[in-house]
């Protein structure tokens, strides 16, 4: 088992050096090119939440990325300093007819996004000992362990 750590700034782009550093690991793993695509957008969203929900864009805080490497799979922990509320418990599909029709407010789906691009997501008791902690684990597929 190997451990990468990053701490980022709590600024718009820096999600990338998270998703990128992610990509990184899960192509030297040997995942797909597609779930590589998958697992950096994840990622991103992720980082991009604990930005704006957890730290409110307070840039005095950071985004903390701790990418846990397994021989089968990539679990990805995205931590932030908990300036916002706590993490919503469910996550619902997103009313699209409604935002398209202006009864909802845009926004809302990050959540719904990630997990449908990663095989587990859910938010875990923060390391930290506050914030919120968002856990993310991709599983390499026996066709990718093969090449």
Do not use: W
């Not at 030297?28 to 980082?47: H, K, N, W, Y």
């Not at 990325?65 to 509320?85: K, N, P, Q, S, Y």
């Not at 997103?94 to 029709?101: K, W």
């Amino acid at each position: 088992m190997r451990t990468v750590e990053l701490k980022i700034p709590c600024e718009a782009g820096y999600e990338k050096v998270a998703m990128r550093m992610a990509g990184e690991l899960a192509g030297r793993m040997g995942f797909s090119p597609e779930r590589i695509q998958d697992l950096e957008t994840a990622v991103a969203e992720a980082c991009i939440n604990a930005m704006e929900h957890g730290n409110q864009f307070d840039v005095e805080t950071k985004v903390f990325v701790v990418m846990t490497v397994h021989e089968d799979r990539l679990a990805i922990d995205v931590a932030d300093e908990g300036r916002g509320g706590k993490p919503p418990t469910e996550v619902s599909a997103p009313d699209l007819e409604a935002q398209v029709n202006g009864l909802l407010p845009p926004g809302g789906m990050g959540l719904f996004v990630i997990k449908s691009l990663v095989d587990e997501a859910e938010f875990v008791p923060p390391d930290l000992g506050t914030g919120s902690q968002f856990r993310m684990v991709i599983h390499l597929q026996q066709e990718e362990k093969d090449q």
